[in-house]
């Protein structure tokens, strides 16, 4: 059966690719309405061969529509997921605002796709991108051996940081190429041959993305009790979150277990072999793929029964507009 | 009472910082001499305000030198670290050739200064620059709580592996600025944009550079029972190594006395103050300079008394050049 399907915040990064993920995905759409504010209303978007025009972002654009997929901030999806509901409309919201709300599933198809049949305000939350990969990876181990604790550090894409962060760097690159002092607006520093921590404040010391992965791993995994030890860094990469993952567990496992859970396991690709310089996943090879990469599997030298992982999933993709049409899928 | 100084491998990335330090610190050498292999016999390299010629690396050429550092690779090393020292030169070595030689200390000044006293070979190791940034972040609080486990992951410069690596990353940039598919010979793939594993094969999945972390600070730190769980990554950056680091402790530790015991430690600049986006310490800052930066000390969300720390120092100066010297100056 085929549906009304918006894109709400289409010209955005992650809008973008929602466009093109339907497209790909030969998603069963009667119909894509592209949504956003006013200063991007008559743009042109290309769609299946051809061109969609962007409407404005208003009450009534949801009439008619049955999956409203949401791409445009907290603030937008504040105000306007619940309308989209109210007209009827199942929303799949890829922003942070719904995703601890106890009446919103916070969904990964690969981990809890039941949980988006109970959506008691017509809404499903679409989690962070650096939580998503790291769940798909845990959630085969996560039910062979029950994980306990997690210790991951991210190396996180600037492209998570919508257009304007992917413009700087390309632009910063440029004007080192040039000799050139480059300039800075979007971020707080420099990020070409820079690394930073950009996120907002959250609390203890830690930044809001790192709260989320911490709060939403629990959350998809439906295991209140996981310890997450989670430090974000943003690297000046375009496309895919990278991660190191130490994970320990209930019940000890072996890496050589893990790469047989792995292997094969719903959304993952699994890169095994010995360690060789240059043959893990790298954010350049995940980048406009859909898989999550789990690669350099291995026992931890310290810990018995635990296991490290290196995780890398295009960001964008997985991260983002892929998952959130997987949703819409198994609608 | 000044000395006559040997740099061996003078021209290189190590070598030429060597120099730049034994000048910045007011080294008392009465004379430097800059060894290198054939290709670079001749070459000038500035010093004081003047030039050193470099002169063939050969066995003669050690006669009347009191201290050679060395930083020419491990075979070099292996070769010529036995004669310099049986023509009565203390070498330190920044190869990893001796460094877990029960018979060669390993030192970090700020950590176990009085290791470099000992020394039957004649022959003192220099650390690999991610082991001697974690060591003296790590040093004041294994005194106060001794350390039991560590998690660490790595964002390692392109300056590590040399010259030429910088060079093929900054090339890579003007190639990617100019449209143009950048050109890899130095590194297993493209560099810049990217993330890479690239250091040797070791043992059970993990790269030497991943087990020097686990040896070497169990060896620094006088404490074979220290656990370390390391991941290395290498990313587009040109200087100044950065790592998370998870720490926990034999007797709880909290993030607020962790900072007590940082602020004013030896060779630490602790940068701290509530999470605020690129605040932190970042490899651009420290480039360039001596310190070992300290920041985002915080509480563990999921492990009682432990503490999260990011460490980011040149690794060229103290992980490397900086630290050779002060061994020097400590003899």
Chains 1, 2 share one sequence.
Not at 33 to 51: I, N, Q, W
Not at 170 to 196: D, H, S, W, Y
Not at 287 to 294: G, H, Q
Request: proline share 7%; glycine share 6%; net charge neutral.
């Amino acid at each position: 059966m085929s549906s009304v399907v918006a894109v709400v915040g289409a010209t955005g990064a992650v809008g973008r690719e929602m466009l093109r993920t339907l497209e790909r995905r030969n998603f069963p759409a009667r119909r894509v309405v592209a949504l956003a504010s006013e200063r991007s209303v008559g743009k042109k978007l290309p769609f299946a061969g051809k061109e969609l025009t962007v409407e404005l972002l208003e009450p009534k654009a949801f009439q008619g529509v049955e999956i409203a997929l949401f791409s445009a901030g907290a603030s937008v999806s504040r105000e306007y997921a619940p309308i989209a509901a109210q007209a009827g409309a199942v929303v799949i919201d890829n922003s942070s605002c719904w995703r601890m709300d106890p009446e919103v599933p916070l969904v990964v198809p690969e981990c809890n796709p039941e949980a988006a049949r109970v959506r008691p305000k017509g809404i499903i939350a679409n989690p962070n991108c650096s939580t998503i990969q790291m769940v798909v990876a845990l959630k085969p181990l996560h039910a062979a051996a029950r994980v306990k604790h997690i210790v991951v550090s991210t190396y996180q894409a600037t492209s998570g940081k919508g257009h304007a962060a992917v413009e700087e760097l390309r632009a910063q690159i440029a004007e080192i190429a040039a000799g050139k002092q480059p300039t800075v607006k979007v971020f707080p520093g420099q990020m070409a041959m820079n690394l930073m921590s950009d996120w907002k404040p959250g609390q203890h010391g830690y930044s809001e993305e790192e709260l989320k992965m911490v709060n939403e791993t629990r959350k998809i995994l439906c295991d209140p009790e996981i310890g997450v030890t989670p430090t974000c860094v943003r690297v000046p990469v375009v496309t895919s979150h990278s991660e190191t993952v130490h994970v320990q567990f209930h019940r000890p496992m072996k890496a050589s277990e893990a790469i047989e859970l792995l292997r094969g396991a719903p959304g993952v690709v699994l890169v095994q072999g010995e360690y060789a310089p240059g043959k893990e996943p790298q954010p350049l090879l995940a980048a406009d793929t859909d898989p999550v990469y789990v690669g350099r599997v291995r026992d931890d030298l310290a810990v018995p029964g635990a296991i490290n992982l290196w995780v890398v999933a295009d960001n964008l993709r997985k991260g983002a507009a892929l998952n959130a049409v997987q949703i819409a899928e198994i609608l």
